[in-house]
């Protein structure tokens, strides 16, 4: 392959292809006495953590292997709060679930933090990288032929997608689909 240097008579193109995403979705409520109406205590930990467990089991979100449900007391540990109580993650696949999990309301309970992993296959990576590079080259021939020209040997290819990524979830738009990106460098002739 030939390099790209001061003197390079060429294009350098993006590549784009649109991909759908099976992300596994991450959500962290906090329980605790800090956040507990001031009109219902006095009440234990106890009491506020069971009332919201038992609204996830009525609700249809614990059980029946709609997800997981597990509580991480070192991230509460870590927020610093004077009162006691834990962080209750959900894990699930499903984006119904996610909203159902968020509909839960009670009292001591606030949300902390949504998140998404998406975990591409080697075999999904080598098809979007193709697929990314066949429009970058199609972008690359178009431009070439604007200008009278026509593309040649390939000098350069940038794939910085990462397999494993995770993501935040505040927003609702772009649930379904993420883009795998190349850069490709094309001599000129």
Known sequence: MKTINNGFNGILVNGVYEYSIRPTYYLKMIVSLVNADYDSLPRSFEELK????????????????NGSITEDDLAYGMMGYEKEGTVIQYKTTSLEMVQKFLSVRSD???????????ELSAVEMAD???????????KAEGIATNLGKKIGDVVLIEDLQMQ??????????????????????????
């Open 108 to 118: 001591g309970v606030v949300k902390s933090e949504a998140t998404f992993w998406v």
């Open 50 to 65: 069971d009332e919201y467990m038992g609204k996830l089991v009525d609700e249809g979100v614990m059980g029946l292997g």
């Open 128 to 138: 979007y990288s193709k697929k990314a590079f066949e429009n970058a080259k199609d």
């Open 164 to 189: 494993k990524f995770m993501e935040g979830f505040y927003y609702t738009d772009m649930l379904d689909t993420r883009e795998y990106r190349v850069t490709v460098g094309f001599e000129m002739k």
